[in-house]
Nanobody, 118 residues
Framework: QVQLVESGGGLVQAGGSLRLSCAASGRTFSDYVMGWFRQAPGKEREFIAAILRSGFRTYRADSVKGRFTISRDNAKNMVYLQMNSLKPEDTAIYYC???????????WGQGTQVTVSS
């Protein structure tokens, strides 16, 4: 089992920045691919970014390329999502997830709310 706890969400003006953090505990953190997702009211959950075990390879959705960066610190069992140039359409609950491969996530956090005002 892997337990995931997100933090760092909040209210920010358009054009601002936030850094989300996800603390992992349980099994060996470096065994897992980590991902970030978001879900806005009335919309389906959307993939945002993923990072492989070593941290050297990342993937990002087109909607966030050039604005969001995913990173991880295996020594601290942490994964981060740096979000810059935020837009009102980025408003959502953001979740981190852990899995054995990109696209297959077995463990999810409880989510953290991000609200971007115009």
């Amino acid at each position: 089992q892997v337990q995931l706890v997100e933090s760092g969400g909040g209210l920010v003006q358009a054009g601002g920045s936030l850094r989300l953090s996800c603390a992992a505990s349980g099994r060996t953190f470096s065994d897992y691919v980590m991902g970030w997702f978001r879900q806005a009211p009335g919309k389906e959950r959307e993939f945002i970014a993923a990072i492989l075990r070593s941290g050297f390879r990342t993937y990002r959705a087109d909607s966030v390329k050039g604005r969001f960066t995913i990173s991880r610190d295996n020594a601290k069992n942490m994964v981060y999502l740096q979000m810059n140039s935020l837009k009102p359409e980025d408003t959502a609950i953001y979740y981190c997830a852990a899995g054995v491969r990109v696209g297959e996530y077995d463990y999810w956090g409880q989510g953290t709310q991000v609200t971007v005002s115009s």
